[in-house]
């Protein structure tokens, strides 16, 4: 047994793949949805949960995986933890950990954002910093900016000492404050930690990100 995640759209492109895989062993129960023990790949789709336990044939492993190399598919992984030289506080007994706005707001969708404590120099770095768990094999880094900055560049380092520049400073080409941005690595990397490094405020004032995550190489 073991954990497979569905892909959207993925089901739906191996339904008309014979042999590939009529239907995955689920647990009695899942997300409080009585299911038998059986459940048609039609449906596999529709359960409200992200990830299913299952047996995929071998032939549904081998097209899972050729899909992943014509890059349909794209292996995105959260950051464990976070750091940030700069955040806002509400009030004076706030800091990094406390504050509504803190670091670790970026980790996941929904949760709030990191925001800086704004009013910064055009040539001060401020560093939003992720922390792995364990080393990440990272090809680019997927950033949901709440309030985006002027010029933006992401060190990595392997070890927690050495940092390397993966993507140089650059203005990015979205000219608004909220976007998404896909921040390329200039080759894959070995990664325990990451650096988003910021300056050159716009004229809101502030830096700020709704969510960072991986794209594993």
Not at 74 to 88: E, G, L, Q, V
Not at 127 to 142: F, P
Not at 194 to 216: D, F, R, T
């Amino acid at each position: 047994w073991f954990y497979h995640i569905a892909m959207p759209g993925l089901l739906n492109s191996m339904q008309n793949q014979a042999g590939v895989c009529d239907w995955l062993t689920v647990p009695p129960r899942l997300g409080g949805q009585k299911l038998s023990a059986e459940v048609p790949l039609k449906d596999l789709e529709a359960l409200p949960v992200p990830f299913l336990l299952g047996r995929p044939s071998r032939k549904f492993a081998q097209a899972h995986y050729a899909s992943f190399l014509v890059g349909e598919v794209h292996f995105h992984a959260p950051i464990d933890a976070a750091a940030a030289t700069s955040t806002f506080r509400t009030s004076a007994k706030e800091d990094d950990l406390t504050s509504p706005f803190s670091s670790k707001q970026a980790l996941s969708p929904g949760s709030g954002y990191w925001c800086s404590s704004g009013r910064h120099d055009p040539e001060q770095v401020v560093v939003w910093t992720g922390i792995m768990h364990k080393r990440r094999k990272v090809r680019s880094l997927k950033v949901s900016w709440a309030y985006a900055p002027g010029q933006v560049r992401v060190r990595s380092t392997a070890d927690g000492r050495h940092w390397e520049t993966a993507v140089p400073w650059h203005q990015s080409k979205e000219g608004g404050v909220s976007f998404q941005e896909d921040m390329n690595f200039d080759r894959p990397r070995n990664s325990m930690q990451i650096k988003i490094e910021m300056k050159q405020p716009k004229e809101w004032g502030y830096y700020g990100i709704n969510q960072a995550s991986l794209e594993l190489a």
